[in-house]
C-alpha cells in the first residue's frame, strides 16, 4: 500500500528535503507553500512532487486545501508540519505584530494542518504525525520569544496527540533540528551565526538530508511504538 504523505513548507529548505527523501522511499508525497510560486514549480518539475498553495495560518484555507489533496491522491496518512517562519528581534524591540506573525503560522498552523486530517486517522486507524520543532524550543534562544514559544508549544501538542492517538493507531512525534545550513539560518547576521557554530560540537551546521532521514524513521509503519517522543539533531549542542 502507498502511504500518502503532506509536508508544508515542503518545497523549500529542511521541507524540501523531507518531500524529497519521503518519495524516494516510495511515498506518495504533496508538499505545500505559502507564497513562492516560481520555486515551488521549479520544484515540481525537478522532482515530480505535486504542490500546493495556502497559507497554514488560516483554517479554512487549510481545511480546503487538504481536501483537494485527499482529492487528487487519496487520504493523507503522515503529516509533516514543517513550515514556519522567524520574526527575530529582542524582546523589548518585539512587536506585537512579530508575535502574532509566528505564533499564527509556526504554532495555529500546526494546528491547522493536523486538525482536518485527524478523524479521518482515526477512523482508518492509522496516522504519524511529525511536527518540526527546534531546538530553540527545547533551550529559548536570545531574539526568538515568539519563535521559541511556538517551538516549545509543538512539544506539549505532540505529547497530547501521542496520548490521544494511540490507541487509533496514530502517532505524533517532534523534531528538534539544531541549526541547519538552510535559508532561514543563513539570514542571521554573519557574525552571529559564526558565534553559534562556535557552540555547536560538531563544528557545522546540519545538513537538510539529516533531518530528512529522522523524519523517514518516525513516518515508518514500523514506527508504532514511538510516540510522543522528541528527536533532537543538533550536532551535540544541546541536550534535554
Ligand atoms: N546573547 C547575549 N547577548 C546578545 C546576543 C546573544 N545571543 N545577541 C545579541 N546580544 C546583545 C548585543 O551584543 C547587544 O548588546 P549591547 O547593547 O550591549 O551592545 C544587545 O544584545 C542588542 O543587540 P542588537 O542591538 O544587535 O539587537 P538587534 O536588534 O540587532 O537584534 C538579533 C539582534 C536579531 C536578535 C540577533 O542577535 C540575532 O539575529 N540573533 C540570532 C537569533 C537566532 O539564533 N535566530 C535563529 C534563526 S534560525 C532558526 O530559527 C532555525 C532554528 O530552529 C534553529
Not at 152 to 167: C, M, P
Not at 202 to 211: C, D, F, I, K, W
Request: glycine fraction near 12%; charge should be negative; include cysteine.
Amino acid at each position: 500500500m502507498t502511504r500518502i504523505a503532506l509536508v508544508t513548507g515542503g518545497s523549500r529548505g529542511i521541507g524540501s528535503a523531507i518531500s524529497k527523501e519521503l518519495k524516494s522511499l516510495g511515498y506518495q508525497v504533496a508538499a505545500t507553500y505559502a507564497g513562492n510560486d516560481e520555486k515551488a514549480a521549479a520544484f515540481s518539475e525537478e522532482t515530480g512532487i505535486p504542490t500546493y498553495k495556502w497559507d497554514v495560518s488560516d483554517y479554512e484555507a487549510s481545511k480546503a486545501g487538504l481536501a483537494q489533496v485527499e482529492a487528487d491522491l487519496g487520504p493523507i496518512d503522515i503529516v509533516v508540519a514543517n513550515a514556519g517562519i522567524t520574526r527575530d528581534a529582542p524582546f523589548h524591540k518585539m512587536t506585537p505584530q512579530h508575535w502574532q506573525e509566528v505564533i499564527d503560522t509556526n504554532l495555529t498552523g500546526v494546528f491547522n494542518t493536523v486538525h482536518p486530517v485527524w478523524p479521518g486517522m482515526r477512523d482508518r486507524g492509522f496516522g504519524r504525525i511529525i511536527v518540526i520543532s527546534s531546538i530553540n524550543g527545547q533551550k529559548g534562544q536570545f531574539g526568538q520569544a515568539n519563535y521559541a514559544s511556538t517551538k516549545a508549544g509543538d512539544l506539549g501538542l505532540i505529547k497530547t496527540l501521542a496520548q490521544e492517538g494511540a490507541r487509533k493507531g496514530i502517532t505524533a512525534n517532534a523534531i528538534c533540528p539544531g541549526y541547519i545550513a538552510t535559508e532561514m539560518v543563513m539570514a542571521v547576521p554573519e557574525k552571529v551565526r559564526d558565534s553559534i557554530i562556535a557552540q555547536i560540537p560538531a563544528g557545522r551546521l546540519g545538513e537538510p538530508e539529516e533531518v530528512a532521514r529522522c523524519v523517514s524513521f518516525l513516518a515508518s509503519d514500523d514506527s508504532g511504538f514511538i510516540n510522543g517522543s522528541t528527536l533532537s539533531a543538533n550536532g551535540a549542542q544541546f541536550f534535554v
